[in-house]
């Protein structure tokens, strides 16, 4: 396992409460003492290690599972204006829903399995002993509006490679959101210690297509007749990068 992933805790009851905290999301104290039935002396005790030692924020008495500290980035283009920062776990709605406008035009099959899968969990971020899920997200004011999502394996053979979604709703296309969104999902990916990059896109996803490749990705492989969108058999299109 990359040591950029490794979970050390060093204490059972600390281990019981970080992975109370992660299955989650987010949880207050008194959540974790009714739920755990810990002693609230030791639950602050051993959420302040958690926290000295990088694995969990404390901010308002919530509690929530720490990645690496990013700061978030303002951005303009013409009239729009446009954060892409870390997803919290409050973004979940507005997440769910902006993945699943972009997955009702037909043409992103694996982002409507990513919020499916966030949507079911009703947890944004993943880090525990066999996955890893990164999120940012881009907002107009409160709205989100697009995002990027990297999923790593904590499997040994598998721990240098992630998958990658990225998508913005229709409305604000064109202002290179979506770049600045895959710039961050690679740049974090890399800090992780992942070397490759996979996502998957329908053939009749052009403009898809062609954002990946003008961003150095490669088509690697083509599954025929792979998806069935409106009763046509239409391609997966397997893209990678190395990062």
Excluded at 61 to 83: K, L, Q
Excluded at 139 to 168: C, F, I, Q, R, Y
Aim: one cysteine or more.
């Amino acid at each position: 396992m990359n040591v950029e992933h490794s979970l050390e805790f060093g204490h059972d009851d600390r281990e019981r409460i970080y992975n109370y905290v992660e299955r989650h999301g987010e949880c207050g104290f008194d959540d974790i003492e009714g739920d755990l039935r810990l002693d609230p002396r030791g639950i602050r005790h051993h959420v302040a290690i958690l926290r000295r030692d990088g694995y969990v924020t404390v901010e308002d008495g919530r509690i929530a599972v720490a990645f690496d500290d990013v700061a978030a980035e303002e951005h303009r283009d013409g009239d729009v204006e446009f954060v892409v920062r870390p997803a919290h776990q409050s973004d979940l709605t507005g997440l769910v829903g902006a993945i699943r406008q972009v997955a009702s035009e037909r043409t992103y099959i694996e982002a409507e399995s990513v919020a499916d899968v966030i949507d079911h969990e009703e947890v944004i971020l993943r880090h525990n002993e066999l996955e890893e899920r990164m999120f940012f997200v881009a907002t107009v004011g409160n709205d989100v509006v697009g995002w990027v999502h990297v999923a790593g394996s904590e499997l040994d053979k598998l721990e240098h490679t992630a998958e990658l979604t990225v998508g913005v709703i229709e409305t604000y296309r064109g202002h290179g959101i979506g770049s600045h969104l895959l710039e961050r999902g690679l740049e974090w990916a890399g800090s992780r210690g992942y070397e490759k990059m996979y996502n998957s896109v329908p053939s009749s996803n052009e403009d898809a297509v062609e954002f990946l490749k003008a961003n150095g990705w490669e088509i690697e492989a083509v599954r025929e007749d792979h998806y069935k969108l409106d009763d046509e058999y239409v391609d997966e299109v397997m893209m990678a990068v190395w990062i």
